[in-house]
């Protein structure tokens, strides 16, 4: 099975230049933005929707431009401070409202 990825490297050698790759990437059944990590049902809720198709990117800290134009616009990220406290949120959302639980990566 061949998994969409939006950028031209392995996820193991995306870097912070791969991301203007983006601001060409449409929103859509493969991808996401989300400016916030947001509820936990929130995030239950696109991870699951994911697992249920093809699987698919998340990303969080990234604004897109607008409804008509879904692209990513504005690249807010995170202090690096933050980033454990909300990878545990996201995998203790998935792990309490999605059953079974998909694999993260």
Not at 7 to 14: A, E, G, K, R, T
Not at 29 to 40: D, F, G, M, Q, S
Not at 68 to 83: K, L, M, N, Q
């Amino acid at each position: 099975m061949n998994y969409y990825n939006p950028f031209d490297v392995p996820f193991s050698l995306i870097t912070t230049e791969s991301l203007k790759t983006l601001c060409d990437v449409s929103e859509g059944w493969y991808v996401e933005y989300k400016e916030k990590v947001p509820n936990p049902s929130s995030i239950a809720k696109s991870i699951s929707a994911f697992a249920n198709t093809y699987g698919g990117w998340l990303f969080y800290g990234i604004k897109e431009k607008s409804k008509d134009e879904p692209v990513a616009s504005e690249f807010f990220g995170f202090d690096r401070s933050e980033i454990n406290g909300y990878l545990n949120r996201i995998r203790q959302s998935v792990n309490s409202h999605v059953i079974p639980a998909p694999i993260l990566t």
